[in-house]
């Protein structure tokens, strides 16, 4: 490989570092984020609360249909 070559190819491998470099700010600011908003210590954490969210979504729901249909009853007469 030649000069050029060589040169070229630090390059790459610069720009590569700078993007990984990127990278890892952005995962420790999202990280960061998931901790000060949601108390999440690891991407773990944030998926058994989305687990919990999602069981209690549904919940909810089943809560609000039943009593719609209480509602509906009761005024349908």
């Not at 990280?31 to 999602?54: F, G, H, P, T, Y």
């Amino acid at each position: 490989m030649d000069e050029t070559g060589l040169l070229k190819l630090k390059k790459q491998i610069d720009e590569a570092n700078a993007s990984v470099s990127e990278l890892k700010g952005q995962l420790s600011a999202l990280l960061k984020q998931l901790k000060d908003d949601w108390k999440c210590n690891s991407v773990e954490d944030a998926e058994r609360l989305i687990v919990k969210m999602d069981k209690e979504i549904v919940s909810l729901k089943n809560k609000i249909e039943k009593g719609m249909e209480e509602l509906e009853e009761k005024y349908e007469t």
